[in-house]
């Protein structure tokens, strides 16, 4: 294999705005969001945090243009979003894997989509993908040998491989143990600093959060948007003991856990 790198120059980090938007569900009366405004800097890790039905799914949807907002503005690098902008990469909770392609041709799959470059250099890239996510020897596996954090793995190299600058990440490591989540939350952290991508992690983990992000934002129930913005001001490189055993860390928690507490016993969405 050439030994030069199938990776042309790391993209960087995108920055991404939702200024003032408007959203409900066609067919309900109730919005999700009224006036809703967002920001990220490029590279920054921005965690969300909320209860189930607060609409974290949707803000994801709505950021990566599956769903179009009524009113206001979302745009990554000052352009208007769509489902195809090549900007953009996706982890959801459970991955859906071909499970006919072998692992690396799952990896692969975008790339063949979107014709970059001849069956030789995708599957260089793909390779390059899988050795970063610490799968390089099930390359050539059919994805049901795998575990589920195995899997969860190829996802996030399935997404990587396209080089998005933005990665939406909703709740991708929900559904694993314990351990595989922290093994996985490591992992992702090397990699996002290797990479320098602007991620928004979605999760319902509050330790999650302060472990992963630079910025921790609590979303209320509907309409009530971010009802708290929490910067995490942990060092990095961060590690689960020493992150963990900071007094910092177990303030932010609090914090964290107190305005949780206040959103799940606020108002109930009027009806
Ligand atoms: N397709 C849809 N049509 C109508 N209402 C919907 C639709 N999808 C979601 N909703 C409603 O929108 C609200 C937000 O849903 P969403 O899936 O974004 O929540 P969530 O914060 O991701 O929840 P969870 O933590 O359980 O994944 C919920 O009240 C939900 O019932
Ligand atoms: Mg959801």
Redesign the pocket.
Known sequence: MASVSPIRQHSPGATFSVNGMGFA????R?S?FEKFSLEARPGEFVAIL????????????LLSGFLRPQSGHITIDGAPVAPEHSALGYVF?SPHLFPWLSVLENVRFGLRMNRRGSPQEQRAIALHFLRLVGLEEQAEEPPHRLSGGQRQRVALARSLALEPRLLLM??PFAALDAMTRSALNDELLRIWSSLGKTVLF?T?DIDEAIYLADRVLV?GL?PAGITAEVPIGLPRPRDQRATRANPLFAELRERLAEQIAMVMTSNQ?AT
């Open positions: 569900y066609p067919e309900s109730r999700i909320g209860p189930s039905g607060c609409g974290k799914s949707t803000l994801l949807n909770q909703d709740e979605i319902h979303l509907p969405p």
